[in-house]
């Protein structure tokens, strides 16, 4: 790990800037250009540009800004989407063909790690912190983002959670103290057990929810931190668990789902919006090779229309779902899936609505998803007129009709549904347990949702230089 922590380090000694960037030419600057990392942290507004600076690293396009959405649908998007682009390394991971010199999952990790870092610094210097509600925010804060990132980096590089075997199962490395210089960064730190990661994840989003204020903006809150731990316990198959999480964020977050799902992603912070990264114009994660809506619009001279939508998934929504498609443009359509007309892809392929401007928000966390846990845990409560109520709420909102009857499948399916495109196609595929299956070339291929190729590899950058790591089986 010393390569990952040493440039986090580095990346935080130079200004603490809102725009920390993967560019190595960047981190590879002359750290005696900048003040040293185990000073930079010294007094309260530093820690709080710190803590910003934690945000606008999500933005980053290893992270929410598009690889953390995208790599999970196109890794379990067989028969759901196509990969149109000249980019091999996502041809590769829907192909399953990809092997541990693939960027991005060296990128996703590298970043994902940094970030962590900057948390565990911001952690360590809060007794400087003298105004005691900042102290417990910029605390909670910095837990549940050190949190968010184990748990994404977990559900990529690992097995899914299994009680029975997550004691043995290897996770990921699991590093809790800032590394401040370069001695403390030369440690090799293995892999924990996917146990060990799920409850560090677990003990920082409670601490966060303590501490974090109730409403505090654009930021992360304490209804955040408990939807985030909602999606941490259905992940863990812990339906009780999770069903009390997200019915609290429902019933008292202040929260009402938007009365379109168009509009969750063509305005910013909408009513229904937990947790989402903001951008602009000025400020996203690209428009050339990266950002969502560079790999998934494709109106006029918008987009690269790298991702193209399938029947797999376009199949299954009624006509009056507005989720659905009328085989329109972009322009035209009052439907979320739109025929792309963009000069660099074929007529009539159709596009998600999702991401269709550069500079808008991110939405990462939202009231609709916690309508469809709570129906999980009501269901498997037994209580199936409560699931049944959840479920239809979120149908109702996009003109499906409502249903009658409700099994653990309905509630998947809807999730698909209603979810697509936002990165959880994959998480699903492992947590329910159901194969992935579509339709190749000699026949019906069958992905078991435990196959060793749903799960990224270690990057051999990292098996390099940490010797403590432990490559994953397959690669």
């Not at 002359?30 to 309260?44: F, G, H, I, K, N």
């Not at 991971?93 to 990790?109: F, I, Q």
């Not at 009624?318 to 989720?323: G, L, M, W, Y």
């Not at 979120?394 to 409502?402: D, H, L």
Request: hydrophobic share 40%; glycine share 8%; charged share 20%.
């Amino acid at each position: 790990m010393k390569t990952i922590f040493f440039r986090s380090a580095v990346a935080l000694s130079l200004g603490l800037t809102l725009g920390l960037t993967a560019c190595e030419k960047q981190l590879d600057l002359d750290p005696r250009q900048s003040v040293d990392a185990a000073t930079a942290l010294d007094s309260e507004a530093k820690v709080g540009s710190a803590v910003v600076g934690l945000y606008a690293k999500l933005d980053d396009p290893s992270l929410y800004g598009t690889q953390l959405l995208l790599i999970p649908e196109i890794l379990g998007g067989n028969g759901y989407l196509s990969w149109q682009g000249s980019f091999t390394t996502y041809r590769d991971l829907l192909n399953r063909t990809t092997n541990s010199l693939n960027g991005l999952a060296e990128s996703t990790w590298r970043l994902a790690y940094q970030n962590i870092n900057q948390a565990n610094l911001v952690i360590d210097a809060l007794p400087v912190v003298a105004t005691p509600d900042l102290k417990a925010q910029y605390e909670g804060e910095a837990r549940f983002i050190r949190a968010d990132m184990l748990f994404e980096l977990v559900r990529l590089y690992a097995q899914q959670y299994n009680s029975a075997t997550a004691g043995t199962e290897l996770g990921v490395p699991l590093p809790l103290a800032a590394n401040r210089t370069l001695t403390q960064a030369d440690t090799d730190l293995p892999r924990a057990t996917v146990a060990a990661v799920y409850a560090q994840v677990i003990t920082d989003l409670e601490a966060a929810i303590r501490l974090l204020p109730e409403d505090n903006g654009t930021r992360a809150s304490k209804y955040t931190a408990e939807a985030l731990l909602a999606r941490v316990y259905l992940q863990q198959n812990r339906y009780a668990l999770a069903a009390a999480q997200a019915e609290d964020v429902i019933n008292n977050s202040n929260k009402a789902l938007s009365p379109t799902l168009v509009a969750v992603f063509r305005n910013r912070n909408s009513s229904e919006s937990l947790f989402e990264i903001q951008q602009n114009d000025q400020n996203n994660a690209g428009t050339a090779n990266n950002g969502l809506a560079t790999l998934y619009a494709n109106i006029g001279q918008l987009g690269r229309g790298d991702i193209r939508v399938l029947g797999g998934l376009v199949n299954q929504y009624e006509d009056s779902d507005a989720r659905g498609t009328d085989s329109l443009t972009f322009n035209f359509t009052r439907k979320l899936i739109y025929v792309g007309d963009g000069p660099t892809r074929g007529s009539n392929q159709l596009r998600s609505g999702k991401w269709t401007a550069y500079g808008q928000n991110i939405p990462v966390i939202r009231l609709a998803e916690m309508y469809l846990i709570r129906a999980e845990g009501r269901l498997a409560a037994g209580n199936t007129t409560g699931a049944l109520d959840d479920v239809n709420t979120v149908r109702e909102r996009s003109g499906a009709s409502e249903l009658t009857t409700i099994s653990r499948e309905d509630i998947w399916r809807e999730r698909q549904l209603e979810l697509a495109f936002e990165g959880f196609r994959l998480h699903d595929i492992k947590r329910t347990g159901q194969p992935l299956e579509y339709a190749g070339a000699g026949g019906t291929v069958t992905v078991p949702s435990n196959s060793p190729r749903l799960v990224l590899p270690i990057p051999q950058r990292e098996l390099n230089v940490n010797p403590a790591l432990t490559q994953n089986t397959s690669y």
